[in-house]
Antibody
Framework: EVQLVESGGGSVEPGGSLKLSCATS?????????ISWVRQTPRKGLEWVAL??????????DYAAPMKGRFTISRDDSRGMVYLQMDSLKTEDTAVYYC??????????WGHGVRVTVSS | EIVLTQSPEFQSVTRNERVTITCRAS??????LHWYQQKPNRSPRVLIR???QPFVGVPSRFRGNGYGTEFTLVINSLEVEDTATYYC?????????FGQGTRVEIK
């Protein structure tokens, strides 16, 4: 059974940083699985944030325009972990963040989500 | 970026009725269109991949079709547990984008 478990959410002031973690398990080919972060807000709905490709595709990354230069996605395949480092946070980054498999295609498996609140 | 527009935004239907949700893309995306269901306080889950392929374990009453710029999700014979918000998503180009969602409730 595929499981994605996020952690690291919380409250932070504007300009602050937060690092989200995603523990993966049950993936058929973990090192070749693309992983994305997708966030959700009542106002904007579902919004793709970032992706990291699998080993076979060089593990390269891509980001949504508003996150470029502020967010960094990374993976540690030896631990089955994916991370999202979020810097220079803005109030509009307030959302529920989901770790999901995919990025090239359909988002087949989703974590339970973790809440991030950016507020002074 | 590719904009996906869903219609209707809300639908209230009687149990066992058929529900049809449309997703229109701002440019052709081939069959790179996927459908998700999100129940209240739950994560989304994929229902249909590549316009018409049901994901593992999805009930047969969920059907998808379409190509290019117009796609539909049909729920044949709505069940109470189908109360949810449904989203489309395109993977044809980066950034991946989602429709705004269609909320379906039972009358």
């Amino acid at each position: 059974e595929v499981q994605l478990v996020e952690s690291g959410g919380g409250s932070v002031e504007p300009g602050g940083s937060l690092k989200l973690s995603c523990a993966t398990s049950g993936l058929a080919t973990p090192i070749d699985t693309w992983i994305s972060w997708v966030r959700q807000t009542p106002r904007k709905g579902l919004e793709w944030v970032a992706l990291i490709k699998g080993n076979a595709h060089g593990g390269t990354t891509d980001y949504a325009a508003p996150m470029k230069g502020r967010f960094t996605i990374s993976r540690d395949d030896s631990r089955g972990m994916v991370y999202l480092q979020m810097d220079s946070l803005k109030t509009e980054d307030t959302a529920v963040y989901y770790c999901v498999t995919g990025g090239c295609c359909s988002f087949d498996y989703w974590g339970h989500g973790v809440r991030v609140t950016v507020s002074s | 970026e590719i904009v996906l527009t869903q219609s209707p935004e809300f639908q209230s239907v009687t149990r066992n009725e058929r529900v049809t949700i449309t997703c229109r893309a701002s440019q052709s995306i081939g069959n790179e269109l996927h459908w998700y269901q999100q129940k209240p306080n739950r994560s989304p889950r994929v229902l249909i991949r590549y316009a018409s392929q049901p994901f593992v374990g999805v009930p047969s009453r969920f059907r998808g079709n379409g190509y290019g710029t117009e796609f539909t999700l049909v729920i044949n014979s709505l069940e109470v547990e189908d109360t949810a918000t449904y989203y489309c998503h395109q993977s044809s180009s980066v950034p991946p984008t989602f429709g705004q969602g269609t909320r379906v409730e039972i009358k």
